[in-house]
């Protein structure tokens, strides 16, 4: 196969490159475009329109830190809905857990899930495996909207940006539908984009914004990713009750005998403090 090299435009002149690739799929869904190629140092990755969504290398910093914070601040979650996450890795972390009774999935673009069943097990082998996760091909904004209220201790959001089919699960609507579909103790974890260059940065003030006014806690944490832009990406936690520091359960958590290769009982706490240019944007859009 002829090698090629992928660009990823971070912003004008900031690009990642990635030399010396295998272009394995290409593919046009009616929401977006698919490719997946094969590198030297990060093994399968795959893109959507055009931005780096998952690789083999780097993909266990995400998905442990999407997973494991809420579930030491509320160890007795039940009922988990995740929204986008097509690779299959959320739900690969959340299905670790022996207790949880139900994980709904809910992908907009069944190509993204059947593509990474062929092509990155490594992130969706729980998906043909664990018979409590369910699948559901439609709009999360949708599925949202017609859950019942309280229904699900946690909703993860492992959406794309907020342009194109992810736009909605970046809308107010989007958050109050979750507030609504949340137990009394639930927790909502969102994507929160990055603070360093400009585009990401103003998607992380406008979700901050939206969360904030709608729930009693509304914190923020990060964590290294280094195939996203800057290499420096956010989570939201927000929660009717619980305080992601002051509620944390470390030693329920190491009960649970989970290895896991980013997160750490020490890290939880690390992760909710951040920079002072970060705090201050937050801060702002309060
Ligand atoms: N970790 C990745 C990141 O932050 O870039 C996200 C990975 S996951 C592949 C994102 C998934 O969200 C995609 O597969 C996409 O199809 C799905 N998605 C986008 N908009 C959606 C919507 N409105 N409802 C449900 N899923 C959606």
């Known amino acids: 196969m002829k090698k090629t090299v992928y660009t990823e435009k971070w912003t004008d002149d900031v690009h990642l490159t990635i030399a010396d690739v295998d272009h394995i799929h290409h593919e046009k869904t009616p929401f977006q475009t698919i490719d997946f190629y094969r590198s030297i140092t990060l093994g399968i990755f795959f893109t959507l329109d055009g ?3 998952a690789n083999e290398k780097d993909e266990f910093i995400y998905h442990d830190m999407i997973s494991h914070v809420p579930l030491a601040v509320n160890p007795t979650i039940r009922h988990v809905l995740i929204i986008g996450g097509g690779d299959g890795g959320t ?12 994980i709904d999935m809910v992908e907009i673009d ?13 992130t969706a082998h729980a998906l043909d495996t664990d018979p409590r996760i369910r699948l559901h091909f439609e709009d999360g904004l949708a599925f949202v909207n017609g859950a019942k209220a309280g229904r699900y201790d946690l909703i993860l959001v492992d959406s794309t940006d907020p342009i194109g089919p992810g736009e909605g699960l970046f809308s107010h609507a989007f ?12 927790i909502l ?13 103003r998607e992380m003030v406008r979700a901050h914004e939206k969360i904030n006014a709608l729930f009693a806690i509304s914190e923020v944490y990060q964590f290294h990713q280094p195939t996203y832009p800057s290499g420096h990406w956010l989570f939201g936690f927000a929660s009717k009750r619980y305080h992601p520091i002051n509620d944390h359960q470390p030693a329920k958590w190491e ?6 290769r980013y997160y750490n009982s020490d890290l939880h706490k690390a992760a909710f403090m951040l920079p002072t240019y970060v705090k201050e944007a937050l801060h702002n859009a309060r």
């Open 91 to 102: 739900a690969r972390e959340v299905a670790r857990y022996q207790h949880i009774e139900t």
């Open 175 to 186: 958050y109050q539908a979750c507030y609504r579909a949340l137990s009394d103790d639930g």
């Open 51 to 53: 931005l780096m969504m």
């Open 255 to 260: 009960t649970f005998n989970l290895h896991t």
């Open 110 to 122: 069944e190509r993204v899930v059947r593509l990474c069943q062929d092509h990155l097990p490594q």
């Open 189 to 201: 974890i969102n994507q929160h984009e990055s603070p360093y260059f400009d585009k990401e940065r």
